[in-house]
Nanobody
């Protein structure tokens, strides 16, 4: 059973930064595509960013490009989301997810394992 546990959320003022972490159990972490998604109150879950198993390719949604960076450490079985210049509209529960097939995917339907989420609140 693969388990994902996020941490690093919290309350921050607009313009501030947070770094989310996701630790993944299992011995095949480097084969997983990792993604970050978020869900704001009353809204559907949306894709934020994804990184390939090797870390060689990343993709993020337009609204966070230039502010958020996804990365991973295949020795520590961890994925990260560095969030800079946060805005109130970034407020959401952030989830990390693992995809066992190759290739970056932006739909949550293509991810096989999920964490429990971590709350990020950005005050204006």
């Amino acid at each position: 059973q693969v388990q994902l546990v996020e941490s690093g959320g919290g309350l921050v003022q607009a313009g501030g930064s947070l770094r989310l972490s996701c630790v993944v159990s299992g011995r095949t972490f480097s084969s997983y595509v990792m993604g970050w998604f978020r869900q704001a109150p009353g809204k559907e879950r949306e894709f934020v960013a994804s990184v390939t198993g090797s870390g060689g390719a990343t993709f993020c949604t337009d609204s966070v490009r230039g502010r958020f960076t996804i990365s991973r450490d295949n020795v520590k079985n961890m994925a990260f989301l560095q969030m800079n210049n946060l805005k109130p509209e970034d407020t959401a529960v952030y989830y990390c997810a693992a995809r066992t097939l190759p290739g970056i995917a932006t739909s949550g339907s293509f991810y096989h394992y999920w964490g429990q989420g971590t709350q990020v609140t950005v005050s204006s």
